[in-house]
């Protein structure tokens, strides 16, 4: 195609800070049809450790702002230039401000907003007491005047698309694509070598957690199930992920002398190894939207305990089936889940066989091609 006819597709994010939103737009840019469309990046902010993951064909535009005031009139001025013809948005508060630039600049770009997170708990873990109010009493306003403008909604979960269906009062615009999580590069970086000496040891069991240290993650209940498995047996607890509440944590390791037991690795390029070698793999999270290391250590063969929280994981795992699911915050039943795993070796072989062929579903091929679906619709109807 004549590059003259190529769908112009923009993809905006605040940075490229290690998350699930931003490795699922950076495996967008990597393998859509550059035969078909034309691609790049906007961020408020040029910075983030994924930023070397984007293919070096795209090119990246920055508007060096962190003020989402300055990020609105920035827009405003992109819409009127008419740069692209669909505009990928994620984040509530960034989807806001671009349907809003969208408005008021008059531009023809089509608008698709991105929903990863559940709605219901922005407000319980909003840093400040302003941004608590905002989500809990503007953002409901917001999301019924203005997401029924958008040209798209995509939700990577149908938990998440009942909440935004419930808020909108509007079918016709949500569409539920889910992640684009596995192909075959998570596989080869799965067998790279570990080279930490708890790996290397085949009498402790490894419980590997990976995500941000953050309170939606609620680690500190996985803190606590782990001193229960240690009361009966050895285990250790491997953390791969950084963020706010990494010294909170370490000094609940302490308190709970769980230090010798737990190892905080910190952000790492390649968490599929560590997926691979590990005995079960465990999020104890409040909320998803999705879950994408889920998928990831099931595609690992790694046996998976995860919280039933209000969206995502329950869309994954067919609890007894693929993996296992537990109430949030109930450090007993997680406990009794990981054990569950650990001490029957034909149960974490069914778990590892069955985990493979469901992480199958959510390959990076399939959601492209619901997402090229979508701009194709929007595009030519």
């Given at each position: 195609m004549d590059s003259n006819n190529k769908v112009r597709i923009t993809f905006f994010l605040p940075s490229l800070e290690c998350g699930g939103t931003e490795r699922n737009t950076v495996n967008l840019l990597s393998d859509l049809d550059k035969k078909n469309y034309v691609v790049s990046l906007l961020l408020a902010e040029k910075k983030g450790d994924f930023i070397k993951d984007v293919p070096k064909e795209v090119p990246i535009f920055s508007f060096n702002a962190h003020s989402l005031f300055k990020i609105f009139f920035s827009l405003m001025a992109y819409f009127k230039e008419e740069k692209t013809d669909i505009f990928v948005s994620a984040f509530p508060r960034f989807n806001a401000v671009v349907l809003l630039a969208k408005k008021f600049s008059g531009g023809k770009s089509k608008i698709i907003i991105t929903e990863h997170l559940s709605f219901f708990l922005l407000s319980k873990n909003a840093k400040t007491v302003s941004h608590r109010f905002i989500a809990r009493f503007l953002f409901p306003y917001f999301i019924k005047i203005f997401y029924p403008t958008a040209d798209a909604i995509v939700c990577v979960s149908k938990?998440?698309?009942?909440?935004?269906?419930?808020?909108?009062?509007?079918?016709?615009?949500?569409?539920?694509?889910?992640?684009?999580?596995?192909?075959?590069?998570?596989?080869?970086?799965?067998?790279?070598?570990?080279?930490?000496?708890?790996?290397?040891?085949?009498?402790?069991?490894?419980?590997?957690?990976?995500?941000?240290?953050?309170?939606?993650?609620?680690?500190?209940?996985?803190?606590?199930?782990?001193?229960?498995?240690?009361?009966?047996?050895?285990?250790?607890?491997?953390?791969?992920?950084?963020?706010?509440?990494?010294?909170?944590?370490?000094?609940?390791?302490?308190?709970?002398?769980?230090?010798?037991?737990?190892?905080?690795?910190?952000?790492?390029?390649?968490?599929?190894?560590?997926?691979?070698?590990?005995?079960?793999?465990?999020?104890?999270?409040?909320?998803?939207?999705?879950?994408?290391?889920?998928?990831?250590?099931?595609?690992?063969?790694?046996?998976?305990?995860?919280?039933?929280?209000?969206?995502?994981?329950?869309?994954?795992?067919?609890?007894?089936?693929?993996?296992?699911?537990?109430?949030?915050?109930?450090?007993?039943?997680?406990a009794n889940a990981i054990l569950r795993i650990l001490n029957d070796p034909h149960l974490a072989e069914k778990f590892s066989f069955e985990g493979r062929k469901r992480a199958e579903f959510f390959s990076v091929k399939k959601s492209l091609e619901e997402y090229e679906d979508t701009f194709q619709k929007l595009i030519y109807g």
């Amino acid at each position: 195609m004549d590059s003259n006819n190529k769908v112009r597709i923009t993809f905006f994010l605040p940075s490229l800070e290690c998350g699930g939103t931003e490795r699922n737009t950076v495996n967008l840019l990597s393998d859509l049809d550059k035969k078909n469309y034309v691609v790049s990046l906007l961020l408020a902010e040029k910075k983030g450790d994924f930023i070397k993951d984007v293919p070096k064909e795209v090119p990246i535009f920055s508007f060096n702002a962190h003020s989402l005031f300055k990020i609105f009139f920035s827009l405003m001025a992109y819409f009127k230039e008419e740069k692209t013809d669909i505009f990928v948005s994620a984040f509530p508060r960034f989807n806001a401000v671009v349907l809003l630039a969208k408005k008021f600049s008059g531009g023809k770009s089509k608008i698709i907003i991105t929903e990863h997170l559940s709605f219901f708990l922005l407000s319980k873990n909003a840093k400040t007491v302003s941004h608590r109010f905002i989500a809990r009493f503007l953002f409901p306003y917001f999301i019924k005047i203005f997401y029924p403008t958008a040209d798209a909604i995509v939700c990577v979960s149908k938990g998440i698309a009942d909440e935004i269906f419930t808020m909108t009062g509007h079918w016709d615009k949500i569409k539920v694509i889910y992640n684009p999580v596995t192909d075959d590069k998570i596989l080869k970086m799965a067998e790279k070598k570990v080279d930490h000496e708890w790996f290397r040891n085949p009498y402790i069991p490894i419980i590997l957690m990976v995500g941000r240290l953050s309170k939606t993650k609620d680690q500190p209940t996985l803190f606590k199930a782990l001193s229960l498995i240690v009361e009966k047996q050895p285990a250790r607890l491997v953390i791969v992920g950084s963020g706010t509440e990494e010294h909170k944590l370490k000094k609940l390791a302490d308190k709970l002398n769980l230090s010798k037991n737990i190892l905080f690795l910190g952000f790492q390029d390649n968490p599929y190894k560590y997926m691979k070698k590990a005995s079960v793999f465990v999020l104890s999270s409040l909320q998803e939207g999705f879950g994408n290391v889920i998928v990831e250590a099931m595609a690992c063969g790694t046996p998976v305990v995860a919280t039933d929280c209000k969206s995502g994981p329950s869309e994954i795992i067919q609890d007894g089936i693929n993996g296992l699911l537990v109430p949030p915050q109930d450090q007993i039943s997680l406990a009794n889940a990981i054990l569950r795993i650990l001490n029957d070796p034909h149960l974490a072989e069914k778990f590892s066989f069955e985990g493979r062929k469901r992480a199958e579903f959510f390959s990076v091929k399939k959601s492209l091609e619901e997402y090229e679906d979508t701009f194709q619709k929007l595009i030519y109807g």
